[in-house]
């Protein structure tokens, strides 16, 4: 029985899709973590840092060290591994809904 719960819930977290409001220190630990577990993060929003300084503080996080992995960004998403995260500028979660992703 608990095998089949704990199953269940790996299958019910490939299908978890995360938007993370702020790319602060916490807001880059949570989407490496994600990462780390395979959930999907389709959004990131953060009024104050625009996409190119994403790239840079997710690939040179000073308190996690350097990304091992793939960081860019085009198109106005920012690309971790493959994985196209779209941006936002709002200046807060409540007004992601009508909003339009950065680029």
Do not use: W
Not at 35 to 44: E, S
Not at 49 to 65: A, N, P, R
């Amino acid at each position: 029985m608990a095998v089949d719960s704990i199953s269940q819930a790996a299958a019910a977290m490939s299908d978890l899709c995360v938007g993370i409001n702020g790319f602060g220190r916490i807001g880059r630990l949570v989407l490496r973590a994600c990462l780390q577990k395979g959930i999907k993060v389709v959004a990131v929003n953060d009024p104050f840092i625009d996409l190119e300084y994403m790239v840079y503080m997710f690939k040179y996080d000073s308190t996690h060290g350097r990304y091992k992995g793939e960081v860019s960004h085009e198109g106005g998403k920012l690309i971790v591994d493959d994985h196209k995260i779209s941006v936002f500028q709002c200046p807060g979660a409540s007004s992601l809904q009508e909003a339009t992703p950065t680029g």
